[in-house]
């Protein structure tokens, strides 16, 4: 009996060893099947949060607009790709302080005005700089859950080239006025002096009508030559481009000054090779007419003017040289510029609107060539352009 006691009992063991066994490797399989459970939805919440880390940073780096992400301490997160063009920065900027990063004064007091009645502020805020930079900054806060800040998000619009086209417009306006002002003045003055009782004397009076009738005569030119460049920089000119000789329309405008160039003793050379353009010969009449009428103009009394040509890099490279003072090495990049005067006394002396050099720049340029002045003050300057050459 005992022996049979201790065999029943041992198997009774027996068995419930290999059944807790039994049960142990099931908890352990479950074990194992609910790790890897887990492991793969932190893989699927990792690739998510990666996955949207990455749809965040394409959108913030498709804006347009300069975009920067603050912390509670003003100090960067992030920043997309605009803002650095804007700027011509790194990832170095992370980690530092708007102020360390722009320097400008103005976007901390910006960011110190946020708060719990302000939440949202726009301003138009200049960047100091080697040039000058303005930009149109919108400043929000970010909030938590609990609606407590915890950074700020700041917006930048480049206004720069805005700025420059109103002080641009500013510029010409005022210039244009200028220029009206000074042939009305001359105009109505001379009017109320004929009223006055000059027109009793004939010579006066003949005097005072000469210079009322040189004073209209500029005015047309200038309103003449307001509304080409006018059209010019609209962009709506439609080129009349034909295939022709460059000495047919260079011999006429030599031909339209001879009577100018022999009244100031000044000769006329044309140097050049046969060349065919494509062109439009009314334009090119134009940039030509007023190369030559300034190299007479401002050439030396008996001296000699050269227009000449050759070809390089499948274009015509045209030059027309005059002998007269020339220009000063900082007036080489401007003299092409509206309204721009070497000499302004000189210049309103001669006749000249301001705008010859300007009209020859943008009726070379929507040729698709360009256009460059050299000089040697005392000797003269020399004014080129190119044009396509004929195929």
């Known amino acids: 009996m005992v022996w049979l006691a201790c065999i029943i009992a041992l198997v009774a063991l027996v068995t419930l060893h290999f059944w ?27 690739q998510s949060a990666i996955q949207s880390q990455a749809r965040q940073k394409t959108v913030f780096n498709s804006m347009v607009e300069g975009l920067l992400l603050l912390d509670e301490n003003s100090r960067v997160q992030l920043a997309n790709r605009a803002f650095k063009k804007l700027f ?6 992370v980690g530092k302080t708007v102020l360390e990063v722009l320097r400008s004064n103005e976007l901390p007091k910006m960011i110190d005005g946020l708060g719990a009645h302000q939440r949202w502020l726009e301003r138009e805020i200049k960047i100091p700089g080697a040039s000058e930079r303005w930009l149109q900054v919108s400043a929000a806060t970010v909030l938590n859950a609990e609606d407590k800040r915890e950074g700020t998000i700041l917006v930048f619009h480049d206004l720069t080239r805005l700025k420059q086209l109103e002080r641009t417009r500013e510029e010409f306006v005022a210039n244009v006025s200028h220029e009206l002002r000074t042939p009305l003045s001359h105009i109505k003055g001379y009017v109320e002096t004929l009223l006055s009782g000059a027109k009793d004397d004939p010579q006066v009076s003949v005097r005072f009508l000469q210079t009322i009738e040189r004073n209209a005569e500029r005015l047309k030119l200038l309103i003449e030559d307001l509304l080409t460049i006018s059209e010019l920089e609209s962009g709506r000119v439609q080129l009349n481009l034909q295939i022709f000789p460059l ?8 031909e339209d000054f001879k009577a100018r160039a022999t009244a100031k003793s000044v000769s006329m050379t044309v140097d050049m090779p046969e060349l065919r353009v494509n062109a439009d010969a009314g334009r090119l009449d134009q940039v030509l007419a007023n190369l030559v009428d300034n190299a007479i103009k ?13 070809e390089t890099n499948k274009q015509a490279e045209i030059f027309v040289q005059d002998d007269g003072p020339g220009l000063p090495v900082e007036a080489l990049e401007r003299v092409f510029e509206r309204f721009y005067r070497v000499d302004k006394a000189r210049s309103r002396e001669q006749g000249g609107t301001g705008l010859g050099l300007s009209i020859v720049k943008h009726i070379v340029q929507t040729h698709g060539g360009k256009v460059w ?3 040697e003050p005392g000797r003269g300057a020399t004014f080129f352009f190119t044009l396509p050459m004929a195929p």
């Open 20 to 46: 807790w066994r039994g049960r142990f490797l099931r908890e352990q399989e479950r074990t194992v099947r609910e790790i890897d459970n887990l492991k793969r939805i932190r893989q699927l919440q990792e």
């Open 88 to 93: 011509g920065m790194g990832n170095e900027i």
């Open 247 to 254: 000495r047919s329309v260079v011999d006429k405008v030599v």
């Open 298 to 310: 401002y050439g030396k009394a008996g001296g000699q003017m050269r227009i000449g040509a050759r």
């Open 373 to 375: 002045a050299t000089s």
